[in-house]
């Protein structure tokens, strides 16, 4: 049941508040007089033992469950009493904050925040929040970090617990990073604080505490693996059959895709998978939905996608055209792959709204004369790109023509 619509105009019955370590003493008078007065008090299990003793002996304690998926069920069985729930100083950095909020709507809850981990970790190190990228491990690959790996970068991260910070050291360390400086705090702002410093190379040393963060200081090697922030990556960044958009193609094709934030790309006849990762690459909420027919390439997909940070790309296996299941619109499409096919174009073009762009790629006559109909049908522009590459012949060397690649190019009105 969403609670969304049914409290529309009701009285807010939902506290949330921010918790740290130093526990019930250092909240806010607000905060403190909401958990003595509250019916039913919510949190993880350490939450609720840093309140045992403020004065809400009545109120029902639930601790979250397991699954953590049926949370919100938990505070809907509760709805309309007096309910605070207990979270980690900022609920709304990277807390429970937006999933309640998204559930039960602004109108139902109120909220009282408390130093947010970001703000205390900037505060032990010195650094300025305004220069770091914070990120969240906790039910999140390592890879999600590949694309921030660059050299003199400084991360904050969240650990997914006490093995977090020996399996980063490890990682950074296969990708050439060895040197890293790694600042490990453990319990911030609690009795059992500590902090320690050592290089990826090194590792942790000793116990670590199962609720720690790491500060990072990239430090990469020569022969580092590091993701460049221009589109048209080296084909060799991608496990792939032949079938994929090369790197100079693709760089005009991204291009020509313009991507801009919170956008979602469909790419028909996805190949390798390189297009919707490059576009997902230009910013962390962009969305990409690749379609293949071939299981083994819809497998190559997943893993490349994996391997350069954006393991959210969604694969779809299936011939090309069909009719598609229920996906969100996209605001662009790219055809790279049997753009000659009976109704493919078409496909694309009838699934974006107006002021979508599509893009189309083709080398073949056929590819061609599909590509030169849609111009005449709807507009756009049409260009070939021709790219030549050094070869050797014999003991010299000389430029070898690739295939010509025609281009389109519209935007639908």
Not at 62 to 72: C, I, K, L, R, V
Not at 191 to 219: H, T
Not at 250 to 256: D, E, G, K, P, Q
Not at 294 to 300: F, I, Y
């Amino acid at each position: 049941m969403s609670s969304l619509t049914s409290l529309t105009g009701t009285q807010c019955w939902l506290t949330v508040i921010g918790l740290g370590e130093d526990g019930f003493e250092a909240l806010s008078r607000e905060a403190q007089r909401a958990i003595a007065q509250a019916e039913v008090l919510v949190g993880a299990a350490r939450h609720l033992a840093l309140v045992e003793n403020a004065g809400a002996e009545s109120a029902i304690r639930e601790t979250w469950p397991s699954p953590y998926t049926q949370a919100m069920a938990v505070l809907e069985r509760h709805e309309g009493r007096r309910v605070v729930v207990l979270a980690s100083g900022d609920p709304f950095c990277f807390g429970i904050g937006k999933q309640i909020i998204g559930h039960f709507g602004l109108a139902a809850m109120r909220v009282v925040p408390s130093r947010s981990c970001l703000t205390l970790a900037c505060a032990r190190l010195g650094w300025s929040a305004q220069d770091i990228r914070l990120v969240s491990l906790c039910g999140r690959p390592m890879s999600r970090l590949v694309p921030l790996i660059q050299p003199g970068a400084r991360l904050v991260i969240l650990s997914a617990d006490e093995k977090t910070p020996e399996r980063l050291a490890e990682w950074l360390c296969a990708r050439g990073c060895g040197e890293s400086v790694l600042h490990l705090l453990e319990a911030l702002d609690g009795p059992y604080e500590r902090q320690q410093c050592f290089r990826a190379c090194e590792g942790p040393s000793g116990d670590v505490a199962r609720l720690n963060m790491i500060g990072v200081e990239v430090v990469a090697g020569p022969d580092a693996q590091i993701v460049p922030l221009a589109s048209g990556l080296p084909d060799s960044f991608f496990d792939h059959d032949g079938q994929i958009t090369k790197q100079e193609v693709r760089a005009v094709t991204l291009s020509a895709l313009a991507p801009r934030q919170g956008e979602i790309l469909w790419d028909l006849g996805a190949g390798s998978g390189s297009v919707g990762i490059e576009w997902m690459l230009r910013h962390p909420t962009n969305r990409a939905f690749a379609f293949e027919r071939d299981a083994q390439r819809c497998a190559r997909i997943a893993r490349n996608a994996e391997a350069l940070g954006v393991d959210q790309l969604h694969v779809e296996q299936g011939d090309l055209p069909v009719a598609l299941p229920a996906l969100p619109a996209p605001d662009a499409v790219f055809i790279g792959g049997g753009v000659g096919l009976p109704g493919m174009l078409e496909m694309g073009w009838s699934a974006l709204a107006p002021g979508g762009r599509l893009v189309a790629n083709a080398v073949t006559i056929e590819g061609e004369k599909r590509l030169f109909e849609a111009f005449q049908a709807w507009g756009g522009a049409l260009s070939r790109i021709g790219i030549e590459r050094l070869g050797s012949i014999g003991d010299l060397f000389g430029f070898r023509p690739a295939m010509t690649v025609t281009q389109y190019r519209a935007v639908k009105p």
